[in-house]
């Protein structure tokens, strides 16, 4: 259905969800830049996945030299926040004495992802379905939350 018919109602949720989804972009990008500013200072580049650099060098180019994290950030797509949070065949996670659980917040990011696509797919959002985001959301800002890092076992 085009957008033009949709409700009033369909309309006024999708403009809930497109705000909520860049609120939590905002925040996931927010939570990175501490945690990476945090563990690496300004050689914050090397806790980027290699794999993740070279697609996002692919798509922008070359990074330039002084490459703030908000401005590589500002170049990853969605889905890419769950490689940068839960590194595979890393030895070393920056975020593991910030999170709990990776694994659920990597979930979490799966879901919200689905609803993201659906936003900018124009397709409308049903009330249970704007519930589910804002449920997902709202935990994945709590599992977010900018901490000083756990210290390491004794």
């Not at 794999?51 to 330039?64: M, S, W």
């Not at 401005?71 to 975020?95: A, T």
């Not at 959002?125 to 519930?131: D, I, K, V």
Request: aromatic share 10%; charged share 30%.
């Amino acid at each position: 259905m085009p957008i033009s018919h949709w409700s009033f109602e369909q309309q006024v949720r999708q403009i809930r969800g497109y705000e909520l989804l860049v609120r939590t972009e905002e925040h996931i990008r927010r939570f990175i830049n501490v945690a990476f500013t945090q563990q690496y200072g300004a050689a914050w580049l090397r806790g980027v996945p290699a794999k993740l650099k070279e697609e996002v060098a692919r798509r922008r180019g070359a990074f330039p030299p002084g490459l703030s994290i908000s401005d590589f950030l500002s170049e990853v797509n969605f889905g890419d926040y769950k490689k940068i949070l839960r590194p595979r065949g890393s030895r070393q996670n920056p975020f593991s004495s910030r999170l709990k659980d990776t694994k659920t917040v990597g979930a979490r990011l799966t879901s919200i992802n689905k609803y993201r696509c659906q936003l900018a797919h124009s397709r409308p959002l049903s009330e249970a379905e704007l519930t589910s985001l804002e449920a997902e959301s709202k935990e994945l800002f709590r599992e977010l939350r900018v901490r000083k890092p756990r210290p390491p076992p004794k």
